[in-house]
């Protein structure tokens, strides 16, 4: 498979754990949303990290994993605060915080 196909089915399966990991915490557990909404992206971002690394891009430069991890760490937070933002408005106007999240 090319690289860009590759990617895509990987964002694909992360989007997918982020929403069902959201989803399993908010519907199932009864954990508040905001904090489920930053667990899911936890769960998402690291399989993305790692699958992308290892997957997509063929675990490439190994010995900068460190800083690549931090890097993506760091984005993964602003978008995490972000996502964080958009849902909490969204939750004001929409009564699943399941849609909620999807549309944030």
Request: hydrophobic share 60%.
């Given at each position: 498979m ?7 089915l990987?964002q694909v399966i ?9 989803a ?5 557990l009864g954990?508040a949303?905001l904090?489920?909404?930053i667990?899911?992206?936890a ?9 992308h690394?290892?997957?997509t891009?063929g675990g490439?430069?190994e ?8 890097r993506y760490?760091?984005?993964l937070?602003a978008n995490s605060?972000?996502?964080?933002a958009?849902?909490a408005?969204?939750?004001?106007a ?6 909620a999240?999807?549309?944030?």
């Amino acid at each position: 498979m090319r690289a860009a196909t590759l990617y895509i089915l990987v964002q694909v399966i992360a989007y997918g754990l982020d929403i069902g990991t959201f989803a399993l915490l908010v519907e199932r557990l009864g954990t508040a949303p905001l904090p489920a909404n930053i667990c899911a992206k936890a769960v998402a971002g690291c399989f993305a990290f790692f699958t992308h690394r290892h997957v997509t891009f063929g675990g490439a430069a190994e010995a900068g994993v460190a800083g690549q991890a931090v890097r993506y760490i760091l984005l993964l937070v602003a978008n995490s605060v972000a996502s964080s933002a958009l849902l909490a408005l969204f939750l004001h106007a929409l009564p699943s915080p399941v849609i909620a999240k999807i549309l944030a």
